[in-house]
């Protein structure tokens, strides 16, 4: 596999042994179009009708209200809005519509972002697992990587991109998130410690709760 465009991300995420490397690919790619959203694309008409059918969801219309452009948000609210106004043109009358009009409300709450997220994520994981069989120097890499269960999740089910190296993908995966789960069991049991009358004088690790969120959940706090 050469170093193509689409591998230097991994590399570099995996080389930076700073949490889940995965993560970190995502939270990039995440902040890049989260601010397309309050620049280019406020103003492009394929994804104002993308964003006024779908909308946001609450983290990403949280990280678009802390950024730069006010008046862009306003303006896709706005549009946002009307779409939602028009589905709640007519009132229902029994309880048969109104079940209807919910799902209807429902079939319009989504994220754009999320969805511009998902494939290129997607595309990730899969070329991770087939960079574990062509690469030669990825599965040291890869062994030693802290991934979270939720991207875990994701390597687990791309196992069929590494090919004949299969197993070994799936035992240093393995073995490297029950390393990481014992680490925090063990962590977390230390700073819970710190809080027992017989350990007076103990500070619990102020990175010890971070770095298990971290695992369990997400490297973004």
């Given amino acids: 596999m050469q170093y193509q465009i689409q591998t230097l991300p991994i590399w570099d995420a995996y080389k930076a042994h700073n949490g889940c490397p995965l993560c970190a690919i995502f939270n990039d790619r ?3 179009v989260v601010g397309q959203y309050l620049a280019e694309n406020v103003m492009d008409p394929d994804f104002r009708s993308a964003s006024n059918r779908i909308g946001f969801c609450p983290d990403h219309i949280r990280q678009m209200y802390a950024g730069q452009n006010k008046l862009g948000l306003a303006l896709q609210l706005e549009t946002r809005a009307a ?3 028009k589905l709640l043109s007519k009132a229902p009358t029994d309880k048969k519509s109104a079940k209807k009009t919910a799902a209807l409300i429902e079939d ?4 754009v972002i999320c969805n511009a997220l998902a494939e ?3 595309r990730y994981y899969m070329t991770i697992a087939a960079m574990y069989l062509n690469e030669r120097e990825f599965p040291e890499l ?8 939720k991207h875990a999740a994701k390597l687990y089910d791309a196992a069929a991109y590494a090919g004949k190296s299969v197993k070994e993908y799936l035992s240093d995966l393995t073995a490297g ?5 014992k680490r925090t069991e063990s962590e ?7 809080f027992d009358f017989r350990n007076s004088g103990s ?6 709760i971070p770095r298990a969120i971290g695992v369990l959940i997400t490297d973004k706090l």
Avoid: N, V, W, Y
Avoid at 188 to 194: N, Q
């Fill in 83 to 85: 779409e939602l106004a």
């Fill in 203 to 208: 500070k619990p690790d102020a990175q010890a």
């Fill in 30 to 32: 995440e902040k890049r």
């Fill in 177 to 181: 998130i029950r390393r990481d789960l």
């Fill in 188 to 194: 977390m049991r230390a700073f819970a410690d710190c």
């Fill in 108 to 111: 319009h709450r989504g994220c």
């Fill in 142 to 149: 890869f062994k030693s990587a802290h991934h979270c269960l």
């Fill in 120 to 122: 290129p994520m997607d």
